[in-house]
């Protein structure tokens, strides 16, 4: 392994993304963060954007954002990409070969670029790529991570349903004709641009679906368990938003196939992730929280018993910006670079 520390630039480093890549590389020690850019904000102070990252920079990081086509990308060994769907794709096709590419938004997400046109609405500008990008969904993507030029990182209601999902349809204990999710999502979810839906007045005090039946995280999240079940699969899926900052609680309902209860299905989860730094399988009766994984990369499983016979319930929750975007990008990035998967990751939860 090369020990000289990957030159990395964040570009959309004013977004909450952004904002927590900077939080978590700011002491990773296999990292020099060469360039923070923000478009919008170009010019202005990290502090000033960010005023929880003024301090103690100590010349750890840019204390300035510049504009993207201000950066020397031969100068860059990985580039985090936290832009809005549609510009990353524009972004790589000019980048030079020997810069990796992390990228948080959904532009390579699908294998059928057709697919991301249905549900984004734009065609896909850069089709050559996308045979080039691996899904990152780090516990189940090491193996293919390692040579990957593109990196496309699973988006925060994905990773939280795939995590506990994809071992049971492996393992044929859960029928794929038959699961139903509820998610439930923190607001900065939705960005940090300015919108209506996301002001205080509207989101205190209250709970409402969106997105409902029309939601773009179903066709990922049927992808990745549709590639686990062997077979084309549909799911209900609605989420959520909740009046709180972060955090994604996944309440999955499931059917179980003949002979299988329960605690099979956790110790099932339980051996899947036995080594893994980031996933635990709680003990039976526990029911995870949100605030149990706050500002971590943590993710945290149980299952249920459902008093319906045949079925289950299975809880899962993670930070939705942590696991579910800016922590799982540098699990990958530490992938790629031959480094510890825990490195710069270590943060323990927040609480209260």
């Not at 992390?102 to 697919?115: E, G, K, Q, T």
């Not at 044929?172 to 007045?201: M, N, Q, T, W, Y």
């Not at 099979?264 to 994984?293: I, K, N, Q």
Request: with cysteine; aromatic share 6%.
């Amino acid at each position: 392994m090369d020990t000289k520390p990957l030159r990395v630039a964040i570009v959309g480093a004013s977004g909450y993304t952004g904002a927590e890549l900077v939080r978590l590389l700011a002491d990773h020690p296999g990292v020099t963060l060469v360039a923070l850019t923000g478009d919008r904000k170009a010019g202005q102070a990290l502090g000033e954007v960010f005023p929880h990252l003024a301090q103690g920079a100590g010349g750890r990081f840019p204390d300035r954002l510049v504009s993207t086509d201000q950066v020397a990308w031969n100068d860059v060994d990985v580039a985090f990409l936290g832009l809005p769907h549609g510009a990353a794709q524009e972004l790589c096709l000019g980048l030079p070969p020997s810069v990796r590419v992390i990228d948080l938004s959904p532009d390579f997400r699908f294998a059928d670029p057709a697919v991301y046109t249905q549900w984004y609405g734009l065609p896909h500008k850069a089709p050559e790529l996308q045979a080039q990008a691996v899904y990152g969904l780090t516990e189940f993507a090491r193996d293919r991570l390692k040579d990957a030029r593109i990196i496309a990182c699973p988006g925060c209601y994905p990773t939280s349903i795939q995590l506990p999902l994809v071992p049971l349809l492996e393992t044929r204990l859960i029928d794929p004709d038959d699961i139903v999710i509820d998610a439930k999502s923190g607001v900065s979810g939705a960005g940090r641009a300015a919108k209506e839906g996301s002001l205080f007045a509207e989101v205190a005090e209250g709970v409402h679906a969106y997105g409902v039946a029309q939601h773009r995280h179903a066709p990922e999240i049927e992808q990745g368990l549709s590639h686990a079940a062997g077979q084309a699969l549909r799911v209900n899926f609605t989420p959520h938003l909740m009046p709180m900052n972060r955090g994604i609680l996944s309440s999955i309902y499931v059917r179980m196939t003949r002979g299988t209860d329960a605690d099979r299905l956790r110790a099932t989860l339980a051996e899947r992730y036995a080594s893994e730094p980031f996933v635990r399988v709680l003990d039976a009766g526990a029911v995870p929280a949100t605030r149990h994984v706050r500002g971590s990369n943590h993710c945290l499983i149980s299952v249920f018993a459902d008093r319906i016979t045949g079925r289950a319930i299975v809880f899962s929750v993670i930070d939705n910006l942590v696991k579910g975007a800016s922590g799982q990008a540098i699990q990958n990035m530490n992938v790629i670079a031959g480094l510890a998967e825990t490195t710069g990751l270590s943060q323990r939860p927040l609480f209260p």
